[in-house]
């Protein structure tokens, strides 16, 4: 890839080329904490937003649920998916969360990582109704994204961090405050059962470790050694999330959908 082409890729795109899986902001424990709320099982017919490359749909069909289905908008990284996750009863399907094309009521359990943040207001709400539209009633649907703390955060506050974030991941970033999160659910027909906050600590050495092991660490760490302009991106996205660290989280909800 060319040093331009890589100055503006999306701040997630250049992390999975340098070899990072785990690219939402709570890492795997508060994946692990998220999927063991939700207790997939196997009655569940399970529908998965934004899938990535698809390190949470291997940990969802290892509890072996009646189906798995990703919805992932990157037509690159749903052909990730169909690669890297072998399950019977699966299907990806390339379209944009906010709109599926699925039926009505297809799934007991919805979830999306790292992919509502970057939404503006409207496709939050789109891609959360959406989540409604494809649950029976009961079902759950959980989040994982961006929160910035405290609740009463001043707006001014709010935009100087969205503004950083953008300019440092290159693309959409709108964090919303732990109310708004809630609000965002309440007002598209769920009622929220569980939340869990953890450090935003995506891109400090002990989290990589944690969430890549030294093996993957490592080759990220030889990868951003060999590549100048990788190396600039990933350490300006740190500085942002150090920068801030005292106003924004990793936040990980679960709602039920109300009857
Ligand atoms: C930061 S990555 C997170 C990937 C994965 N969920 C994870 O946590 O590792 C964001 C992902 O959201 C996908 N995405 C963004 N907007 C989407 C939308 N409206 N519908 C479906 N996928 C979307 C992107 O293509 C990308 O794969």
Redesign the pocket.
């Known amino acids: 890839m060319t040093e331009k082409k890589m100055n503006m890729e999306q701040g ?1 795109w250049v992390l999975a080329k340098l070899g990072k ?4 902001p709570g890492g795997r424990e508060l994946t692990a904490q998220m999927l063991e709320a939700m207790n997939i099982n196997e009655t569940d017919d399970v529908v998965e ?5 698809g ?2 749909a291997r940990l969802t069909v290892a509890h072996k649920p009646h189906s798995y289905t990703a ?4 037509e690159e ?1 749903a052909s990730r998916v169909r690669h890297n996750v072998n399950y019977t009863n699966m299907r990806v399907v390339a ?4 709109q599926t094309g699925l039926p009505d009521a297809c799934a007991t359990k919805v979830y ?4 509502l943040t ?2 503006s207001a409207p ?1 939050k709400n789109a ?1 959360v109704r959406e989540a409604a539209r494809l649950l029976k009633a009961g079902g759950l649907y959980a989040i ?1 994204e961006i929160v910035i703390c405290p609740d009463d955060a001043g707006s001014e506050l709010q935009r100087t961090i969205e503004k950083d974030l953008a300019h440092s991941i290159k693309t959409n970033v709108r964090p919303l405050t732990l109310s708004a999160w809630r609000a965002v659910l309440e007002e598209n027909g769920f009622e929220v059962v569980w939340t869990k906050q953890s450090p935003m600590h995506l891109l400090e050495w002990r989290r990589v470790v944690a969430d890549e092991g030294w093996g993957g660490f490592l080759r990220i760490v030889w990868r951003m050694l060999r590549n100048a302009s990788a190396r600039k991106r990933v350490l300006n996205m740190r500085s942002i999330f150090r920068k801030h660290d005292k106003n924004i989280q990793a936040i990980s909800m679960v709602a039920r959908k109300r009857a």
Do not use: S
Not at 21 to 24: E, I, N, Q, Y
């Open positions: 997630h899986r785990v690219l939402r937003f934004a899938p990535g490359l390190q949470t919805v992932e908008l990157n990284a379209a944009d969360a906010a999306g990582e790292a992919m970057m939404q496709q891609i994982h």
